[in-house]
């Protein structure tokens, strides 16, 4: 029965999407200046993409 309890339905886009931006509202982190805070972090993260080289 443990097994049965653990399993939780799997929540569709829509549930997960609002769950999401719940939380966001919560923490204050659902404004602009968030975001672009957000955008910057990510810049130094993740490096651009590179264009494909043809030859």
Known sequence: MEKADAKQKKPNKKEQYERFRE????????????GEAFEIAF?????????????
Do not use: M, W
């Open 23 to 34: 939380t966001a509202r919560e923490l204050g982190i659902d404004d602009e200046e968030s």
């Open 43 to 55: 810049k130094k993260i993740i490096p651009p993409k590179r264009q494909p080289s043809t030859k």
